[in-house]
């Protein structure tokens, strides 16, 4: 199984900073990597797939990177409503699997 | 506008067996493949079970393999999970998501059902 590790835990910022987040794959997926977002009693939503593509409707201050092992999601510029936890997901193999999340706090 | 509704969680007894059911709405839906994820309240996400389009393949994640049968009827819009032999460590929110286009990437997802194992 290929285990995505994200980091930090936890992210504390002031609305309009930049957000780096962090997503390693115990082996390589290639681009096989997105990005997914989660607000407080609500379903994921797909923000990047293949690393660096963005989902519809996704602002352009998203952006992802990466390829093999290491990806990097990257908010420009925080909106009040990007506070929330952001997950990776790989689709290289079998099973599908989730790194552990990353929570954006606002400081 | 896409719609994934699901339904059939609730309050099971260990050992207990329950149906969820995932009524899609607003694409053709004998197009997609689809999946179920779980997730623990308060912890991570964690994929459950994938079904091709037409039904004929399908793949599960090894804590569920042998207990959980996906399934689908194309012609009902709907998507399903029977879960069997439940254990506490069954207990989460359960979400149908839609696959984009033969990626195993999900879009969009459901509100997710909640299904409780407990004595």
């Known amino acids: 199984e290929i285990v995505l590790t994200q980091s930090p835990a936890t992210l504390s910022l002031s609305p309009g900073e930049r957000a780096t987040l962090s997503c390693r794959a115990s082996q390589s997926v290639s681009s096989y990597l997105a990005w997914y977002q989660q607000k407080p009693g609500q379903a994921p939503r797909l923000l990047i797939f293949?690393?660096?593509n963005r989902a519809t409707g996704i602002p352009a201050r998203f952006s992802g990177s990466g390829s093999g092992t290491d990806f990097t999601l990257t908010i420009s510029s925080l909106e009040p409503e990007d506070f929330a936890v952001y997950y990776c997901?790989?689709?290289?193999?079998?099973?599908?699997?989730f790194g552990q999340g990353t929570k954006v706090e606002i400081k | 506008e896409v719609q994934l509704v699901e339904s059939g969680g609730g309050l099971v007894q260990p050992g207990g067996s329950l149906r969820l059911s995932c009524a899609a709405s607003g694409f053709t839906f004998s197009n997609y493949w689809m999946h179920w994820v779980r997730q623990v309240p308060g912890k991570g996400l964690v994929w459950v079970s994938h079904i091709n389009s037409d039904g004929s393949t399908t793949n599960y994640a090894d804590s569920v393999k042998g207990r959980f049968t996906i399934s689908r009827d194309n012609a009902k819009n709907t998507l399903y999970l029977q879960m069997n032999s439940l254990t506490a460590e069954d207990t989460a929110v359960y979400y149908c998501a839609r696959d984009r286009m033969v990626t195993n990437w999900f879009d969009p997802w459901g509100q997710g059902t909640l299904v409780t194992v407990s004595s």
């Open positions: 293949d690393a660096s």
């Open positions: 997901q790989q689709r290289s193999d079998w099973p599908l699997t």
